[in-house]
């Protein structure tokens, strides 16, 4: 008993709203950790199915659990509202549908004592709808880079310094609360993301990215150009312009737009990442395919600025080079079918 009251105390927060199907699963992953010394904090946010039930059930069996009640004000109030209640030295955060490896909690402790950092994240294994995984930077510097274009630390994997996040909780008038939180922490404390899965993060059509797609993406557009001139002051209309259309995954205006788009994919590769190399080259020739109406001068582009990328090269570019000449538009019908024909062959 000694050697678990002397062990950190984790406080798991969990936000709910109407997630009866998965909850369950979720609270039985942090009952599986096998790091022992945790609480667990569900913030039911007014939920109308049975999911404050749920919860409470699961308190009433261990103690160790904490069911909180709250009038529906959104998941970041939610997510104070735990922090408010949390007791722990650390907390980790995990929604209501996800899943939490076993390990999760250990390997995550000792990653920060060992790297020295505030923040943690890791990898995760995608289910549900989807079934494949998804990558996020290990360093702090290259998770900067990664977040001008998403969320390079996903929010139910993350363990972090309790004092830190309280001192900086989550902003209740926006949609992407935890991207909002990752770009102001970013800037006061070292993040880092595990190179290995512990996370089962579950995709389905009823979830928040879903259901809110735009207000999303909106954020996404608003936070990423604010962080983009807080990396670099300097940067001109031009540079700003050609970051928000990468950014937003829109067509060129022209082909010195996209020659801008691909010089700024160039420099944002410079690292000793290989993955993040890699995802800036997949950019690059992304950017390029949605440009093709231009005509063959982007393909001519292309061929110029990937070896720049010292990362792998995609062999077969016949695609790109048949919707150059057609200079077919990212919204035709044929651009779709060759898009899904490179998709079966090559797996790109």
């Given at each position: 008993m000694s050697q678990v009251i002397n062990l950190p105390l984790i406080s798991v927060i969990m936000p709910v709203y109407n997630t009866e199907m998965f909850l369950g699963q979720a609270i039985q992953s942090i009952q599986a950790q096998t790091y022992p010394n945790w609480e667990l904090i569900i913030v039911d946010d007014g939920s109308t199915d049975s999911s404050a039930a749920i919860a409470a059930e699961f308190a009433r069996?261990?103690?160790?659990?904490?069911?909180?009640?709250?009038?529906?004000?959104g998941r970041s109030r939610a997510r104070n509202i735990g922090l408010q209640a949390a007791h722990g030295e650390y907390i980790a955060w995990q929604d209501a549908d996800d899943e939490s490896l076993p390990e999760r909690l250990s390997i995550q402790l000792e990653w920060i004592k060992a790297k020295g950092v505030a923040v943690c994240g890791s990898c995760v294994k995608l289910t549900g709808s989807a079934s494949n995984l998804?990558?996020?930077?290990?360093?702090?510097?290259?998770i900067r880079t990664e977040l001008l274009f998403r969320s390079a630390l996903l929010q139910s994997t993350v363990l972090m310094n309790a004092d830190l996040a309280?001192?900086?909780?989550?902003?209740?008038?926006?949609?992407?609360e935890?991207?909002?939180?990752?770009?102001?922490?970013?800037?006061?404390?070292?993040?880092s993301n595990i190179p290995q899965i512990l996370v089962k993060y579950r995709t389905h059509q009823k979830q928040s990215t879903v259901v809110e797609g735009k207000e999303f993406h909106a954020d996404l557009l608003k936070y990423s150009q604010q962080h983009f001139l807080n990396l670099f002051p300097a940067a001109s209309a031009e540079d700003c312009?050609?970051?928000?259309?990468?950014v937003a995954r829109q067509p060129a205006q022209s082909l010195q737009n996209l020659e801008r788009k691909g010089q700024w994919l160039v420099r944002l590769s410079q690292?000793?990442?290989n993955l993040l190399r890699q995802y800036m080259a997949n950019r690059w020739l992304a950017a390029c395919h949605r440009s093709a109406n231009l005509g063959l001068g982007v393909f001519q582009?292309?061929?110029?600025?990937?070896?720049?990328?010292?990362a792998q090269t995609v062999p077969?570019?016949?695609d790109l080079w048949v919707k150059c000449v057609l200079r077919l538009s990212n919204k035709s019908a044929l651009y779709r079918l060759l898009a899904q024909i490179r998709h079966k062959t090559f797996k790109i």
């Open positions: 069996q261990d103690p160790r659990i904490q069911s909180v009640l709250a009038p529906h004000g998804w990558w996020f930077p290990e360093t702090h510097d290259s309280r001192s900086q909780v989550y902003l209740e008038n926006t949609t992407f935890d991207y909002e939180m990752w770009l102001r922490l970013s800037q006061v404390c070292q993040m312009l050609a970051m928000a259309g990468l690292s000793p990442d582009l292309y061929k110029a600025i990937a070896p720049r990328f010292s077969h570019t016949w």
